[in-house]
């Protein structure tokens, strides 16, 4: 039976990272969704918490800490109640290097994680969602073809987070058209290679902080190395639910700012001669949005602890998943609601929370440990 009751090293990763998220990102969080930029001095500070050397072996220059799926759902959370678009984007390059240490040959786990073990940010990024109305993530329309000692891409990747400063990108692609997710491939592609496109930065409702761009492959021409664990290949389902488990704990983490915020304005605000907190629709908001937080991250944590035991967690990722992103839209919308008319402006938190609540139904992939 699973015990999610912390051991003294998770209290300490929830710790450190709840002070990090707390004096490194909500300070800057504001500033940096109104200018629609995400500081590299940020990233760099993020870096400096060894979230990828620490899974890395030593023999690759990593620091061989180890690597727990449910210890990466602890932090993420804690760096998403900070914020969650600046936490997307100091663990994007994990999209990339999680895949290498999990499915990547000897060679490419050689050539590639040293450069994940540097003293700054190194930027790498992974391309799986696309343009289209009836997206399925395990119905991908991007194609790799073999030719020869070489891989031929062609398709349009949507949503690329950092994809305009990445050095290489982790593409998605389907060897068979509707084939599911056993013929999917993962191939990285240098920024610079000839038929690769990225488009110019597309802007959305939320996430103004994590800079997301499309990326055109058109007869883009890789060497047959560059595909993700060579013949044997990769497990596309297992780095699906990973990303939705990882998804749903960021998740919690963004809806536990809102409520915490919700709740500490409710407290302090009166009306008529009383705390707004007593009002009994206020309180049923505030009690509904602590119950569902706590139900989050229990299907968080399940899927993520049947992740680290390489168990099938296709069910509890993806229940998980749907549940999160249901439930943060719901508090986030009461965060608004309990702060009334100040939940509409900018000068409270509320609103940037609401707009960034909203991506996560629509999130794949943009997250991996």
């Known amino acids: 039976m699973a015990d999610f009751?912390?051991?003294?090293?998770?209290?300490?990763?929830?710790?450190?990272?709840?002070?990090?998220?707390?004096?490194?990102?909500r300070t800057v969080a504001r500033q940096c969704d109104e200018n629609y930029e995400l500081p590299r001095e940020v990233l760099d500070r993020a870096w400096e918490l060894g979230f990828c050397p620490n899974a890395i072996p030593e023999k690759y220059g990593g620091y061989e800490m180890g690597r727990s799926v449910l210890n990466t759902a602890i932090m993420v959370e804690e760096l998403a109640y900070g914020d969650a678009s600046l936490a997307m984007g100091a663990l994007c390059?994990?999209?990339?290097?999680?895949?290498?240490?999990?499915?990547?040959?000897?060679?490419?786990k050689a050539e590639w994680l040293p450069k994940f073990c540097g003293e700054r940010f190194y930027p790498a990024t992974a391309a799986v969602m696309e343009p289209r109305i009836n997206f399925d993530v395990f119905k991908l329309r991007t194609t790799v073809e073999?030719?020869?000692?070489?891989?031929?891409?062609?398709g349009e990747k949507c949503m690329v987070p950092m994809a305009g400063q990445a050095?290489?990108?982790?593409?998605?692609?389907?060897?068979?058209k509707?084939?599911?997710?056993?013929?999917?491939?993962?191939?990285?592609?240098?920024?610079?290679?000839?038929?690769?496109?990225?488009?110019?930065?597309t802007k959305y409702m939320g996430l103004n902080s994590l800079p997301l761009f499309p990326v055109v492959l058109d007869e883009?021409?890789?060497?047959?190395?560059?595909?993700?664990?060579?013949?044997?290949?990769?497990?596309?389902?297992?780095?699906i639910n990973l990303g939705r488990a990882?998804?749903?704990?960021?998740?919690?983490?963004?809806?536990?700012?809102?409520?915490?915020?919700?709740?500490?304005?409710?407290?302090?605000?009166?009306?008529?001669?009383?705390?707004i907190a007593s009002r009994q629709a206020i309180a049923f908001m505030l009690a509904e949005s602590a119950m569902e937080i706590d139900g989050m991250r229990l299907l968080a944590w399940r899927a993520a602890w049947r992740l680290e035991r390489n168990e099938?967690?296709?069910?509890?990722?993806?229940?998980?998943?749907?549940?999160?992103?249901?439930?943060?839209?719901?508090?986030?919308d009461y965060g608004v609601q309990i702060l009334g008319g100040h939940g509409y402006i900018r000068e409270h938190p509320a609103e940037m929370w609401f707009r960034n609540g909203r991506a996560f139904a629509a999130l794949e992939g943009l997250a991996i440990g």
């Open 167 to 176: 050095n290489e990108i982790l593409v998605y692609a389907t060897n068979a």
């Open 246 to 275: 990882l998804l749903s704990a960021m998740a919690v983490g963004l809806s536990r700012a809102s409520y915490e915020y919700a709740l500490q304005y409710a407290r302090e605000r009166e009306a008529f001669g009383e705390p």
């Open 220 to 239: 883009c021409v890789v060497p047959l190395s560059r595909r993700l664990g060579g013949e044997r290949g990769i497990s596309f389902s297992r780095v």
């Open 93 to 108: 390059p994990a999209l990339m290097m999680m895949p290498i240490l999990e499915f990547g040959t000897e060679e490419q």
């Open 146 to 154: 073999r030719s020869g000692d070489t891989l031929i891409l062609n």
């Open 178 to 201: 509707g084939g599911g997710p056993q013929s999917v491939e993962a191939i990285i592609v240098d920024r610079d290679t000839p038929g690769m496109r990225i488009g110019e930065r």
């Open 5 to 25: 009751t912390l051991d003294e090293d998770q209290q300490q990763i929830q710790d450190t990272m709840r002070k990090f998220a707390n004096k490194q990102l």
């Open 312 to 332: 099938d967690a296709t069910r509890d990722a993806t229940l998980a998943k749907m549940y999160c992103s249901e439930q943060t839209m719901k508090i986030v």
